[in-house]
Each structure stands twice: as C-alpha cells, then as structure tokens.
Nanobody, 116 residues
C-alpha cells in the first residue's frame, strides 16, 4: 500500500483544514486507516483511526477533528476544525491490517501550520 497525504498548509487559529490521504496498490476497505502528527521535538501522536464500521479519536482532538473514508476513491480524510496553534505539526496517514497492531504503511507527511 502506498499512501500520499495532502492538504496541509497555513491557517489561522480557529480555522479549518481538510487533509486527504490517497492510497494506491491495494484497496483500503480491508485496512484500518489512521492519522497521526508529529510536532518539532515531540513523538508521533495518534489522532484518529477508522475501520469500516467505527472511528476512534484521541482526547486531544475529539470534537474538533473528524476522520472519514471513501473506499470507492481509496481515500481517507481528516477534517480539522477550531484549529489551535498547538495543532501545528507534520500530519501523517497510516494503514494497518485489521488484526495487526502495527501501523505498517505510512504516507510522507503534510505540514500544517496554525498561526495565532
């Protein structure tokens, strides 16, 4: 599975942004898809994951971020609302097999900068 993340950019605090992650090589429907981020000097942080029936979120983004997947387009999205300066980071999409805890596939990352 090859993943290509896009949609990052500069946005003012309080604004919104939607990230996309397009997959190629295999169809997404059998994979758990997730979004992560890594801020400078910090470890990679889990944000959200989507199976074919359920979504989960980190407490830090619950209520502000929303993950969705379009299996027909082989794409997963992360809608980010009410952005804060602390959301500034490189955002990555990942994929893992349903029965594996390991996120085996990663996109290249897209930078989100939130100005205050």
């Amino acid at each position: 599975v090859q993943l290509q993340a896009s949609g990052g950019g500069l946005v003012q605090a309080g604004g919104s942004l939607r990230l996309s992650c397009a997959a190629s090589g295999r169809t997404l429907w059998s994979y758990v898809m997730g979004w992560f981020r890594q801020a400078p000097g910090k470890e990679r942080e889990f944000l959200a994951a989507a199976t074919w029936s359920d979504n989960t979120y980190a407490d830090s983004v619950k209520g502000r971020f929303s993950i969705s997947r379009d299996n027909a387009k082989n794409t997963v999205y992360l809608q980010m609302n009410s952005l804060k300066s602390e959301d500034t980071a490189v955002y990555y999409c990942g994929a893992r097999a349903a029965r594996s805890p390991e996120w085996a596939y990663w996109g290249q990352g897209t930078l989100v900068t939130v100005s205050s």
